[in-house]
């Protein structure tokens, strides 16, 4: 075959390539004549100067430095053989003078005898922005799941651990962004230089991060984290102020077999969140410390998710009585989910809510929710007429685009007086486009539907929120609670609160009020509303009827 025929073949199979890799800028080469075509567009935006060229040669000087290596000993491995599949993540020069960060991938197609013809692919450009973290510099979520991915790809193992922020025990944080992004920077240094040479640190949502460990033993990572959480803890300072945080952490080991990143992320979610709620902060690994193994979690999850289908099978709902501060009269109630069944027993929210409020299925489980509850709860506003429910929303709710208008047909279809509700909304609502947020909240303000900022304090984005949407009510996390007696940075931080919550014209209501001893505490900052043990456990419908209906 001569050239010209070889190039019309090239052009033909680039087109077809092009065809199938929408989006993204392609390039084939033919092994025989060694020259390569790249998209146009690719040509353009790295200024290659000509869409053919010789191998690779105008785009592997753009490479990164610090990339260039890995680069190349992957093409060289294509090249000569060793490999057939190349698939990395690398910076490369684009023609402003900036690195973007693409994702390369591309197979050797083998003539009828084997040897190799072409090698070709598709080139995804990330742009600048989304894979870094602008507060901290570190590589953001999507970043960790690209290389997650190839990891997984690679069949390299490792362990993943998640690191998340507690609380902040002296508060000046809430009040902006910026002391937060502080003190977000320096976890996200301590971490960084905590694993150094051990593993690569990203910043995951909200006020967690994530390490990506190889060649360490779990016990190494161990004292590593209770190094980090010893120093955020007792010896930790931004600029010249000294704050305790404490942290929490979830790890997963990831073995060669092909897993999914949504499976493992719901594992090591749900190890984080153990080692939140009932193990002090320790770092939980999955398998050893859950007793349960990736495919048992995973096994009752997919359970769970398939009640959602079948019609909220086997979900309930459970109530728990808000009292009015002062004369501790009944004030409202707070809807909280849970699952049962007769192999797994009772199943706290805990370990389903984080793991499938993502899940496209999980709307339909809020909607089931907000339906139960104010039928539920219907009959007590004969006795209570300003009784108030409060009901939680995740964010995949609210992202639905008819999420106000469901809430408003399921109240009317009901009965149930849009001044009688309150939904409750979290910090993980930052990940949702404000605009949106305003948007649906304004909808339902208009008819009535209160709004309240739950786990207020444990994120940034609370202070972003309150200035967005008028806010109702501000609900102070158990967090701060705990050691309200003791602790005089709790103090202060309740007393900020409420002076902020004043701001904002919002009440406040504090969770998690366990003794008289706190609430006589308490009563003495300006709180306007008290949930929590001492009051009663969340308990059935007939429970809660029996005692205030
Ligand atoms: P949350 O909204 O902050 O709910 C308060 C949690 O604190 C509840 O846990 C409640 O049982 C617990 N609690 C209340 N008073 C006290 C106390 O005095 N001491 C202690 N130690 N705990 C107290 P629960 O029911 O396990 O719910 C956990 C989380 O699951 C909720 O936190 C909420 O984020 C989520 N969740 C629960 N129900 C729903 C729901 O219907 N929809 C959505 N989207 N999330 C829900
Ligand atoms: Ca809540
Ligand atoms: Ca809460």
Known sequence: MNDDIRRKKLDSLFEAFSIISEESYVFLTDFTTRVSRWSANAVD?????????????????KVHPDDVESYSDSIERIVSGTDNEHHMQYRVLANNGEYVVVTCRGVIIRDENGAPAYFGGAIKNHGLMSYIDTPTGL????????DFNSMVWKRRSAYVIMIGLNKFSNLNDVYGYKFGNSVLREIGNLIQEKFRNSGEVYRMDGTKFSVI????????????????????????YIGKERISVSLNAGAVLIDNSQISSKVFYSCLKYAYYESKNHRLGALTVFEEDTRENTRDYMEKLNIIRNSITDNCDGFYLCYQPIVNADTEELKGAEALVRWKNDKYGVVSPNQFIPALEQDPLFPELGNWILMTSVTDAKPLLTKYPDLILNVNVSYAQLEKGDFASKVLDIINEVGFPAANLCLEITERCRLLDMDLLKEVFEALKREGIKVALDDFGTGFSSIGVLREISVDTIKVDR?????????????????????????????????GVETAGMRDFLRKYSVNSLQGYYYSKPVSIEKFMRKYG
Not at 139 to 146: E, I, T
Request: glycine letters at 2%.
């Open 45 to 61: 935006y790295f200024g290659l100067e000509d869409e053919y060229m010789y191998m690779d040669e105008r785009w592997r000087p």
């Open 139 to 146: 590589r953001s979520l999507y970043g960790f799941f690209d």
């Open 213 to 236: 460990v190889h060649d360490l033993t779990i016990e190494q990572i161990i004292d590593i984290y209770n190094e980090i959480s010893e120093t955020t803890v007792h010896d930790f």
């Open 479 to 511: 967090d701060y609670v705990k050691n309200v007696e003791k602790s005089s940075s709790d103090q202060s931080t309740i007393k900020s609160i409420s002076d902020l919550a004043d701001a904002f014209s919002a009440e406040v209501c504090v969770e």
